[in-house]
Nanobody
Framework: QVQLVESGGGLVQPGGSLRLSCAAS????????IGWFRQAPGKERRGVSC????????YYSDSVKGRFTISRDNAKNTVYLEMNSLRPEDTAVYYC????????????????????????WGQGTQVTVSS
């Protein structure tokens, strides 16, 4: 059974850092794209960063470029999101999701208008940036 489990969220002060993990089970990452999305209360779910687990190609939204880094460890079947220089506007529930790389290359996956249509999602992890 396909499962995605996010972890690593929490409360952090502005300027701080967090490292999120997305652990996958029931399949191997090699032929898929994995994306991090976030959703603040009352707002739509939007892509943050996506990675092709096969070739390592990445995409970042403009709001996080230069501050966040996505990576994967295929041996551990896990994708990470290193978040630095966090801002209050980064506060949201962060989710990971799976796409088929031929259908959802990283830029298309992270910018799709209706990301909730992706078939597999984790439960989300809360990130709160506040002083």
């Amino acid at each position: 059974q396909v499962q995605l489990v996010e972890s690593g969220g929490g409360l952090v002060q502005p300027g701080g850092s967090l490292r999120l993990s997305c652990a996958a089970s029931g399949f191997t990452l090699d032929y898929y794209t994995i994306g991090w999305f976030r959703q603040a209360p009352g707002k739509e779910r939007r892509g943050v960063s996506c990675i092709d687990a096969s070739d390592g190609n990445t995409y970042y939204s403009d709001s996080v470029k230069g501050r966040f880094t996505i990576s994967r460890d295929n041996a551990k079947n896990t994708v990470y999101l290193e978040m630095n220089s966090l801002r209050p506007e980064d506060t949201a529930v962060y989710y990971c999701a799976v796409g088929v790389r031929e259908i959802h290359p990283v830029q298309a996956m992270c910018t799709m208008a209706r990301p909730v249509m992706l078939p597999y999602w984790g439960q989300g992890t809360q990130v709160t940036v506040s002083s």
